[in-house]
């Protein structure tokens, strides 16, 4: 039976970590059982180098030395491998185990675990759970867009992206080349913040609407990454929660408790109907439609009209 | 606690678990199975096949000194732990991707409005030792960011009701019917999902409900206990709605402007159309409950079926034109494009269906 993938890691980590010297290709071969059995040179090197950069995924340090006859050896020394000190209370331990848990991404969710596994092994109190509360509060981060974890490395390791883009209204997909900053999760969904390049400026990508694969470009980036991205502000805007006007509405009493929520002014007509003064921003028109006949449009009467359309398209339908 | 954690089976993982098993227990001679398995966050199962990998593996470039650790089910010995040397075993540095995973989430569970002061301070203090602990590995985490929406006086309501086990009046808004009802809930957990909820047994249908925070229109701690029954928690990783297979279905076809539909509805299948649309076929319990997502839709989509639900949404329409016969009719722009559309979306109140069950809005 071929050995475990986990084990031959296990046994390339520790030969790396115990070392004091560098260990030669030849050496660590001779030393790692599965590598004994993995037949050709050419399927050992293809196992060894996707080896290192596995362990290296999980946080190891590990050089590559040149020795005077020209032999490369490789070893994890232990002042760069080394957790440095880290003194955590029961409170801190508690909070760390809540935030531990929230990742429902495989990938994430597998790092945030070893990193609290690590500070377990570095003696971060177990388990005392000071907050009975605690086990009552579960915040969880979906993560269902299959373009998040290529764009999470991407944005880890700053490299420019190419993916399928259908924009909000677009019967079809389009390319697009983008240099990716940031990832954003806003009210559940995710989102991209980076610099398109066919535009030569900075675009907010929702990623559900990426469609295909995600495929990574070998170039670096060309235009400055800012330091901070704001994608929640962009967002919101579209979500039209930025509105510079208001609006003057109709609301039957009783109906449109949000509408009420977000009303700067409600005068009561007496008549059945209440008259409501509201923000006004993009896609006001779509969500008061939604009312049907419990909202009548007073001003502007610019979204009178928009309403109006909508609602005779539905009357027509 | 319900809602298992994602935890997938792989070597990246094991091998990681493993790394740090060997620290921990180097310095707990006989440690118990159950406590090791509870300190790792894994099952017992899990633990087991990890201490069986481990006596196959060592430094044996050194002479062969495989790790002789065993367990009897119940405590786990390690016979020779001279066969790691003392800085072998040494705790590992936190690797960027877990850095990452453990700071963006502290940062986020931190931000959740209502959360108790003591937590809130306590995911700060830890975020930032773990930061200083992490170095350069902290410096990627920057690049992710979550935001828990929540109700902060609410929330911190919810919060106490449950840690003092007493029932909770609310006067809520259920997008569905747009009204609000009074109800008397028992708090069992709160769930932050983008938005945050509180799941409850709710007196007034004698059921589970889910409750959005931001839907609360007013809430009072009442002296009564809580008393839910014992319900099993949902592993609420699917997601909150979970249309049930005998929920009648709903057939909704959308043009391109439309397809944020199949964003926002769990549905069971989404198919292409010539024009760039999708036909999508949902279930939900209430199907009145979808009259606002046609009157919403506009130009952009039908409901195909049930034609009960498309007359209704015409019906509903027609009177709401009504009312504008009676104010004048200037600006009225008859079959003009609507401008104001870069996609028709979801509001913040809207896109529910039924009752509490049915939460998919933004």
């Known amino acids: ?317 | 606690m319900a809602g298992k954690p994602v935890r997938p089976v792989n070597a990246i993982d094991q091998t990681r678990r493993m790394l740090s098993l060997v620290t921990y227990l180097r310095e707990r001679p006989g440690a118990r199975v159950e406590d090791v398995a509870r300190a790792f966050g894994i099952t017992e199962d899990e633990l087991v096949s990890d201490l069986d990998v481990l006596p196959m593996c060592g430094t044996s470039f050194r002479g062969g000194d495989l790790l002789d650790i065993d367990t009897d089910g119940e405590r786990i010995w390690w016979h020779n732990p001279a066969a790691l040397g003392a800085d072998a075993a040494e705790p590992l540095r936190l690797a960027a991707d877990e850095a990452t995973a453990l700071l963006v989430a502290a940062r986020a569970v931190a931000t959740l409005p209502g959360l108790r002061e003591s937590d809130r301070q306590a995911l700060l203090r830890a975020t930032a030792k773990v930061e200083t602990s992490a170095g350069e590995a902290a410096g990627a985490s920057s690049r992710l960011s979550v935001t828990f929406e929540s109700e902060g006086g609410v929330f911190a309501d919810v919060d106490r009701a449950i840690s003092e086990r007493r029932r909770l009046w609310i006067r809520y808004y259920s997008p569905a019917r747009d009204e609000v009802t009074e109800r008397e809930i028992d708090p069992i957990r709160l769930v932050s999902v983008g938005h945050t909820y509180v799941e409850a047994w709710c007196r007034r249908s004698e059921a589970r409900r889910t409750f959005r925070l931001d839907r609360v229109a007013e809430i009072r701690i009442l002296d009564e206990p809580s008393a839910p029954p014992e319900v099993e928690l949902r592993d609420l990783s699917e997601g909150l709605v979970q249309p049930a297979a005998e929920d009648p279905e709903v057939v909704v076809e959308v043009g391109p402007g439309g397809r944020w539909v199949a964003e926002y509805y769990p549905h069971d299948s989404a198919d292409e159309l010539p024009d760039g649309g999708l036909r999508i076929t949902l279930r939900t319990p209430d199907p009145a409950s979808l009259r606002r997502l046609a009157l919403r839709l506009g130009r952009d989509g039908r409901i195909v079926s049930p034609a009960a639900l498309a007359d209704s949404a015409r019906q509903a329409a027609r009177e709401a034109l009504a009312a504008y016969d009676g104010i004048e009719a200037a600006g009225a722009r008859d079959g003009a494009e609507s401008v104001s559309g870069a996609g028709a979306r979801p509001g913040t109140g809207a896109a529910d269906g039924q009752h509490d069950r049915q939460e998919r809005a933004l």
């Open chain 1, 1 to 317: 039976m071929a050995i475990a993938k986990a084990e031959r890691l296990m046994n390339l980590a520790l030969c790396l970590l115990g070392t004091r010297r560098p260990l030669s290709k030849r050496e660590l071969r001779e030393s790692v059982e599965a590598y004994l059995e993995a037949g050709s040179d050419d399927s050992f090197n293809r196992m060894f180098e996707r080896d290192k950069d596995d362990l290296r995924e999980l946080g190891l340090v590990i050089e590559t030395v040149e020795s005077l006859d020209g032999e490369i050896g490789y070893l994890a020394r232990r002042d760069s491998n080394r957790l440095p000190p880290i003194t955590l209370d029961a409170e801190e331990a508690a909070a760390l185990g809540l935030a531990a848990k929230v990742w429902q991404q495989a990938r994430l969710a597998g790092a945030a675990s070893g990193a609290l596994q690590k500070l377990r092994a570095a003696g971060l109190p177990e388990d005392v759970d000071p907050y009975e509360a605690h086990s009552a509060l579960e915040p969880r981060i979906p993560v269902h867009e299959a373009a998040f974890e290529p764009l999470m490395l991407a944005c880890r390791d700053r490299r420019p992206v190419v993916f399928e883009y259908r924009k909000a209204n677009a019967a079809q997909p389009e390319p697009r080349h983008v240099e990716p900053w940031a990832l954003e999760c806003w009210r559940g969904h995710w989102y991209l913040a980076g610099f398109d390049r066919d535009r030569g400026a900075e675009r907010v990508f929702r990623l559900s609407r990426i469609t295909g694969k995600v495929r990574s470009r070998g170039s670096r980036f060309t235009a400055p990454v800012p330091d901070v991205v704001t994608v929640r502000e962009t967002v919101a805007s579209w979500a039209g929660e930025t509105a510079d006007r208001s609006a003057l509405i109709r609301l039957r009493t009783g109906a449109g408790y949000p509408l009420r929520a977000k009303a700067t002014g409600v005068r009561e007509l007496g008549d059945g109907w209440d008259e409501l003064e509201i923000p006004y921003g993009h896609g006001l028109d779509a969500w008061l439609v939604e009312f049907g006949p419990d909202v009548v449009v007073l001003e502007p009467a610019e979204l009178r009209a928009d309403v109006v359309d909508r609602l005779r398209a539905v009357a027509k339908g």
